[in-house]
C-alpha cells in the first residue's frame, strides 16, 4: 500500500499493539520524533522532562485539537462536545463541565453518596450471586454497570436498576466496539478523510461498522436529551435547581437565550458533549478498575498487604469513604500503581499547536498535530523502574506515606489534562477499597490475561475470579 495512504499503519501492526510500536520508535528516533497515521503527521514527545516544558510551561501553544472535522461528521456527531473542541468554544464549555461537576459535590458528600450507593448495590448483587452458585464471578462486568449507573446518574438523572440493564447492556458493547476499533492500526489511517478512504474496498467495511456504532450513540444520548426536555417543559428554569448535567445544561441554555448569549449553547453541542462524557466516564474507570483486580488476583502478595491495612483501620465490613483515606497509604499506592500500569489512553488524544512553534529545534506550522507519548512516560524505566512490575512500593516514602510522583500522568498533563480526575480517582478509590475490604478476590479457572490489547483505550481481556468473604 502507498506510503502517502497508509502512513505507518502497516509498521503498526507488526507489533502486537500500538504502543509497543511507538515505544520501539522511540528508541531508534529518540524522545522526539514524527508517526504519520495516514497523510496526517503526528510529533510524539515521549520524555517526561520535554512534556513539561511544552505542555504545561508553555501550555497555551500546544492546547488545541487537530482538525477532526471529516471524521467528526462522518460519524454523524460533527464538531461538537468538548475533547475535539478548540479555542473560546473550547473554554466555554470545559468551565460548564468543571462547574457542573463542583455543582453536583465533586469534592463534597454529594458526589461521594452517588459513589456509595452504587458500591452497595453492587455487593448486593454479587451476594446474590454467591448465594445462588460457587461458580467463578464476572466482576469486571457488576463494576461495569456500577461505573456506567454512577456516569449516567450524573448526566441523565437515573441509575442502571434491573430494568434498565439491557440499556445499558446495549450502550456498553456499542462503546466498546467503536472504542476498539478507533484504536486499530486502521483507524489510524482513515481518520483524518473517511470520506476518501472508504472509497477503498480494504477500509469500506471497517468503517461502515464504526459509523454505525457511532450514529447508534448519538441518536441514543439524542433520545435521552429530548425525553429530558419533555421532563422539564413545565418548569419555571429561573427557578428550577437541576440535579444533573443536562438538566443544568438546559437550564444554563435557556438563561443565555433570555440574554442573547445562546451561541456556545445549542442542542448539537449537548448531545456531542453528553457522548464524550459518557464515553469518557464510563470506558476509562471501568477499564482501570478491570485491570486493578486483575494485578490484585495475580500479585495475592500485594493484596494481603491492602487487606491487612484494612483490617487494622477499618476492622469491619463497613463502607469506606474518602475520609479513610489518609489512614489507608498502601491501598492510595495500590491506586496509583494501577492507573499506571494499567496506562489505558497509551498514545494519548493528539493536541495541535496553537501557533507556529520551535520543538526540538524543529519548528512546526499552527495546527500539527502532537502527542505527550502517556505510554512513554509510564513505562520509563528512569522514573519506574522494572515498570512491567506491579509495586505500589514506588508511591511509598521510607517510612510507607504516601510519595507523590509527578511522572504518574494517567490523566495526561496541562490545558487538555482530564476534566474527571477527581471523579474518577474517587471512584476507583472507593470501589477498589470496599470490594477489596468485603472480599478476597482469588483466581477463577484461569488467571486473568495481562496481555495488551488494540484499542484506542485499553482494557483487560474478559475474567471471572472467586470473591471469598471476609467478614462471615
Known sequence: MDKRVSGNALEVSKYPCTEEALKAWQKIYGDVFTFWTGDRAIV????????????????????????????????GRGDHGVVHLNGDYWKNQRRFVLHALRD??????????????ECEDLFVKIQKTLSKSSSDVDLPNFIDVAIGSIINNLLFGYRYTEDKLYEFDDLKQRVKQYVTASGQPAALIYRSNPQFYEKLPYFKDKLHRMRKQAIHLVDFFKVRILEHVEDLKNEDMATF???????????????????????????????????????????????TLGWAFAFMIHNQD????????LDAVIGSDRVITTAD????????????ESQRLAN???TNVFHATSDDVEVDGYILKKGTAITPLLCAVLSDEKYFPEPRKFKPERFLDNDGKPKKVDENIPFSIGKRQCLGEGLARMEIFLVLANILNRYKVLPGAELPSLERTRGFTVGPKPYKCKLQPRHV
Not at 107 to 116: A, N, P, S, T, W
Not at 302 to 309: C, M, P, S
Request: charged letters at 30%.
Open 104 to 117: 453536583f459535590g465533586l469534592g463534597k458528600d454529594l458526589m461521594e453518596q452517588r459513589v456509595i450507593e
Open 44 to 75: 510524539a514527545v515521549c520524555d517526561y522532562e520535554k512534556i513539561v516544558h511544552y505542555f504545561v510551561k508553555n501550555g497555551e501553544l500546544f492546547q488545541d485539537r487537530p482538525d477532526d472535522s471529516n471524521y467528526t461528521k462522518y460519524v
Open 325 to 336: 483515606r489518609p489512614q489507608l497509604p498502601y491501598l492510595q499506592a495500590v491506586c496509583n
Open 302 to 309: 500485594a493484596q494481603k498487604k491492602v487487606q491487612e491495612e
Open 344 to 346: 489505558l489512553v497509551p
Open 241 to 287: 435547581t437541576p440535579t444533573d448535567i443536562v438538566a443544568c445544561y438546559l437550564k444554563e441554555k435557556r438563561n443565555r437565550e433570555v440574554d442573547g448569549e445562546d451561541a456556545y449553547f445549542t442542542d448539537q453541542q449537548l448531545v456531542g458533549l453528553s457522548f464524550d462524557l459518557w464515553v469518557a466516564g464510563q470506558e476509562t474507570t471501568a477499564n
